[in-house]
């Protein structure tokens, strides 16, 4: 029985059976597929294992993937043949007003007065500074004509995301990192610029834009140029160099040097050196900025004041936008200071005017990286260029502003220029309507309008990025006593601009950014839209002709990013220089100058809306101060000033 149960239960079989192969053959198949399976979790553990160690250890803080490296040759020369000798104390806590000392090895780099980094060597066709010319022998295509024909795409296309905040901040750390000057007399135009239609024109006439006489704008006029002066270059510092070299009058790093000056003469006239407060002017009961005493004018008993304010950057009168921003970072300036004092009875005026100075720089680079940044370059830049990691100071990065950036990709942002600028009441209905055109040079209308000019630019939508500029900016005229009358032409002196410099033309930057090389017009379609390049073709009479500011206009944006991908990257690589190449950047660990954890920590709480709040009397902001909230509908959104307190317990 049992052996039968036994049977039952296991067949004897003899080894000859055919069912001895068929039972082994499924046993096999059974073992294989579980050996698969057992293997295959395996490996996925493994991969699972590996992908863990590899988040924990692979920081990408340390390294960007993507940086670009310079390929002139001339960015040594100023400072082996000119650059003056300086002593500096490398313990020092505060950075030194010129710029100087921040790089220990090379004290001279990033201060002001010093040449505007190179990506390429320029290109002048007597290879010292004679504009470009075409392959063919012929001069480039006139200015205004490639306004006139390429660029007058005139709709506005609005932003509904941001507002029209993002220009005058913009503006700023365009005057904190870069001012150079033009060959002008006291700031007017020179008088031989009137003799251009001489028999015998004045050699400066050779760079102005000709214009014709029925230019659409300026020919009722009967302007017959649009003035245009070259900027001036190292002879004037008693530094000859060629090819022909410009210094930035400010210094190139991003430390405040817009309010506080960029020479320790301008500093010193800006402080009121009491409480560590800048020098002020109180009008209507309202902190400003000081008057220009030069812009005071008696006329009899009479006083005549035309606003002028006096800021470390000169330029702080262009427009009512850096106009604002100038005043409420003096007014922030003088809050911090003040707060420091009531909390540090025993702190000197030297030493609450140096920390503050170091807060506000601080807290205008962390506006700049975490808020600015991002909205003009898109994820995929900061996330390339590491913008948005620690900052990881390499005293080998040259931190100065390139001139492929200043005269070239950093002004594309003159497209979002708005036409006009509203002045909103408490109930956000415009009040005044202001054009440009109208208030440059003179701010006036700033006084006592402060908070309606905030109100105005918060809520009104912003410009969408597009090849040509808005008309107000454009195709203007501009009457003022110190200039007469005179056609402006924003677009046509940014083309001027780049040729005056020497930049290399467009195919040679876009190469130099990794893109595909070029050998036809046609081979720009990847990033031109047909319709332009076949207006490049008639101006231009080689691909490789075409102006480097002319062809990053006429990019496709790439996805998220204000700017196409030649002008992407060089604004990218910019602020990764200025940001790994400064010894007192925020986040620097280890200086004399580091803020603590603490420190660091409130200052990253500040955001230009808390500056708002301390220093207008705007009573409710939204949070990113530079995107856009329909008041009607998202009021919830624009949270009460209250609510934005400046903590500065860790001081
Ligand atoms: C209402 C707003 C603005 C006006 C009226 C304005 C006007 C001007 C003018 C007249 C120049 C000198 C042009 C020349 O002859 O070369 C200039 C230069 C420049 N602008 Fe603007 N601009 C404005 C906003 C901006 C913004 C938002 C940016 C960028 C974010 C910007 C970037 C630059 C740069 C980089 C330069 C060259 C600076 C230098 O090297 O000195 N501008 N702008
Ligand atoms: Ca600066």
């Known amino acids: 029985m049992g052996n039968i149960l036994r049977s039952r239960d296991k067949p004897l079989l003899n080894e000859n059976s055919p069912l001895i192969g068929l039972e082994s ?6 073992f294989n597929l579980r050996n698969v399976v057992l293997f295959i979790t395996l490996l996925l553990c493994i991969l699972i294992v590996l992908y863990v160690v590899f988040m924990i250890f692979y920081t990408p803080t340390k390294k960007s993937t993507l940086r670009l490296t310079s390929v002139a040759t001339i960015n040594n020369d100023y400072f082996e043949k000119c650059s003056p000798p300086v002593t500096c104390d490398p313990k020092a806590k ?14 001279n780099w990033g201060a002001a007065l010093t040449p505007f980094y190179r990506y390429m060597d320029p290109v002048f066709s007597d290879g010292i500074s004679a504009f470009r010319v075409q392959s063919d022998g012929s001069p480039l295509p006139n200015a205004r004509n490639l306004t006139l024909t390429i660029f007058q795409d005139t709709l506005r296309i609005c932003d509904y995301k941001n507002n029209e905040l993002l220009v005058p901040w913009g503006q700023f750390i365009t005057h904190d990192t870069a001012f150079s000057p033009v060959r002008s007399v006291n700031s007017s135009f020179p008088a031989a610029l009137d003799h ?4 015998h024109p004045p050699t400066e006439c050779k760079a102005v834009i000709p214009l014709s006489p029925d230019d659409p704008v300026y020919g009722k006029y009967n302007l017959t140029i649009l003035k245009f002066m070259r900027l001036i270059t190292s002879p004037a510092y008693n530094c000859t160099l060629v090819p022909d070299t410009v210094l930035n009058k400010n210094t190139h790093y991003i430390d405040s040097s817009n309010v506080y000056g960029s020479d320790p003469d301008v500093t ?3 402080r009121l050196f009491r409480g560590g407060q800048l020098l002020y002017n109180t009008i209507k009961k309202q902190e400003y900025c000081p008057q220009d005493p030069t812009r005071v004018v008696k006329k009899g008993n009479e006083t005549q004041v035309t606003i002028a304010f006096l800021a470390g950057d000169v330029n702080v009168n262009q427009n009512l936008g850096i106009a604002l921003l100038q005043n409420l970072f003096l007014r922030f300036h003088n809050y911090i200071a003040n707060q420091l004092e009531v909390a540090h009875p025993l702190w000197t005026d030297e030493i609450i005017y140096q920390e503050t100075r170091r807060i506000v720089a601080a807290v205008t680079q962390i506006i700049t990286y975490d808020n600015f940044l991002p909205i003009i370059l898109g994820e995929k830049y900061i996330n390339e260029y590491g913008l948005n990691h620690e900052t990881n100071y390499d005293p080998t990065i040259m931190p100065s502003m390139a001139q492929e950036m200043t005269s070239g990709a ?4 003159h497209n979002i220029i708005p036409a006009k600028l509203n002045y909103m009441t408490e109930n956000y209905t415009t009040y005044e309507v202001e054009e440009p055109s109208k208030s440059f040079l003179r701010p006036d209308t700033l006084i006592g309008n402060v908070d309606g000019l905030i109100r105005g630019l918060t809520e009104t939508p912003g410009r969408e990025p597009q090849s040509s500029y808005n008309d107000l900016i454009s195709n203007i005229v501009i009457k003022i006593p110190s200039i007469n009358t005179t056609g402006f032409d924003l677009l046509s002196y940014d083309i001027q601009r780049g040729r005056d410099v020497g930049l290399p033309p467009y195919t040679k930057m876009r190469s130099f950014c990794g893109l595909p090389q070029v050998k036809s017009f046609d081979d720009l379609s990847d990033h031109i839209p047909s319709k332009k390049i076949d207006q490049l073709k008639y101006f231009y009479s080689s691909v490789d002709d075409i102006d480097y500011y002319v062809g990053i206009l006429l990019e496709d944006k790439v996805i998220g990013s204000m700017f196409g991908p030649t002008g992407s ?5 910019s602020f990764y220089r200025f940001r790994n190449g400064d010894r007192f950047f925020y986040d620097v660990k280890d200086q004399p100058g580091s803020f603590t954890s603490d420190q660091i920590q409130s200052l990253k709480k500040i955001t230009l809306s808390h500056i708002i709040c301390a220093t207008s009397g705007i009573e409710r902001i939204q949070k990113d101060a530079f ?4 008041h009607i509908r998202m009021m919830k959104l624009k949270p009460n000033c209250e609510t934005y307190k400046i903590d500065l317990t860790a001081w």
């Open 25 to 30: 053959k499924s046993k096999l198949k059974w």
């Open 94 to 107: 505060y950075r030194t007003i010129n710029g100087s000392c921040n790089n220990l090895q090379n004290p």
């Open 196 to 199: 251009c239609q001489d028999e």
């Open 268 to 270: 010193n006239e800006l």
């Open 410 to 413: 950093f002004r594309l942002l």
């Open 569 to 573: 990257c060089v604004i990218a690589d």
């Open 627 to 630: 995107r856009l909230i329909d």
